[in-house]
């Protein structure tokens, strides 16, 4: 006869096993051509070894503002496994600018007391047309103004405009925000990093 623990144990046992079959049957929560889309021409990714996400953006764009607190949440928690990689692109004259403070912050190392403020700043509608009312911003946020013109027109950030508008083509972008996992993958759902999250566990999943 057996011990009441031993009956108990095997009674828990006998439940768990439906359980754990029917969790491995679950749907996926996330569908390709739903709430990602395979890019039609992959794109190898510039930091060889992680798991790739980059995000493009525009500071004028109202969508890209709207989802930089849920970027910023999203990168407090990013696995040392992701590389994340921003992208400014250009895609008409008038957002050149933007592009070019962009990187010229990158350049300087001053992001963090740039970043945030161009996009207030863009969405306030301060005119930040050309490289004289972007050195007097980056100024009154505690940045030398000649050392951001210099980064501003430096071959450096020709180099990264460039280099992003052509990322924007071979991606197939039309718009932003445009967020792309492993240079494979775009992300068409409005809960853009829940399925970012699910395509970074993929990549990480052992293949059998």
Same mark, same amino acid.
């Given at each position: 006869?057996?011990?009441?623990?031993?009956?108990?144990?095997?009674?828990?046992?006998?439940?768990?096993?439906?359980?754990?079959?029917?969790?491995?049957?679950?749907?996926?929560?996330?569908?390709?051509?739903?709430?990602?889309?395979?890019?039609?021409?992959?794109?190898?990714?510039?930091?060889?070894?992680?798991?790739?996400?980059?995000?493009?953006?525009?500071?004028?764009?109202?969508?890209?503002?709207?989802?930089?607190?849920?970027?910023?949440?999203?990168?407090?928690?990013?696995?040392?496994?992701?590389?994340?990689?921003?992208?400014?692109v250009s895609f008409g004259?008038?957002?050149?600018?933007?592009a070019r403070a962009y990187?010229?912050?990158?350049?300087?190392?001053?992001?963090?007391?740039?970043?945030?403020?161009?996009?207030?700043?863009?969405?306030?509608?301060r005119p930040l047309g050309?490289?004289?009312? !972007? *050195?007097?911003?980056?100024?009154?946020? &505690? @940045?030398? /103004?000649?050392?951001?013109?210099?980064? +501003?027109?430096?071959?450096?950030?020709?180099?990264?405009?460039?280099?992003?508008?052509? !990322? *924007?083509?071979?991606?197939?972008?039309? &718009? @932003?925000? /445009?967020?792309?996992?492993?240079?494979? +993958?775009?992300?068409?759902?409005?809960?853009?990093?829940?399925?970012?999250?699910?395509?970074? *566990?993929?990549?990480?999943?052992?293949?059998?």
């Open positions: 006869m057996l011990n009441p623990l031993r009956r108990l144990l095997l009674m828990v046992l006998a439940c768990a096993l439906p359980l754990a079959v029917f969790a491995t049957d679950l749907p996926s929560p996330f569908k390709e051509g739903q709430d990602y889309a395979r890019l039609a021409n992959p794109v190898p990714v510039a930091t060889p070894g992680k798991t790739e996400v980059v995000e493009m953006f525009w500071y004028g764009c109202p969508h890209c503002y709207d989802l930089e607190p849920s970027t910023q949440a999203w990168l407090k928690r990013k696995p040392d496994n992701v590389a994340f990689v921003r992208i400014a004259a008038s957002w050149e600018p933007g990187y010229a912050a990158e350049a300087l190392g001053v992001l963090d007391k740039l970043h945030q403020p161009l996009f207030e700043a863009y969405h306030q509608r050309d490289v004289d009312a !972007l *050195a007097a911003f980056a100024a009154e946020h &505690g @940045v030398d /103004a000649e050392a951001f013109r210099k980064a +501003y027109t430096s071959f450096q950030t020709e180099t990264q405009l460039r280099r992003g508008n052509q !990322l *924007a083509q071979r991606y197939g972008i039309r &718009g @932003v925000p /445009a967020v792309i996992v492993n240079g494979t +993958y775009e992300i068409r759902s409005p809960k853009v990093f829940e399925v970012v999250d699910f395509l970074v *566990a993929q990549a990480a999943a052992p293949r059998s």
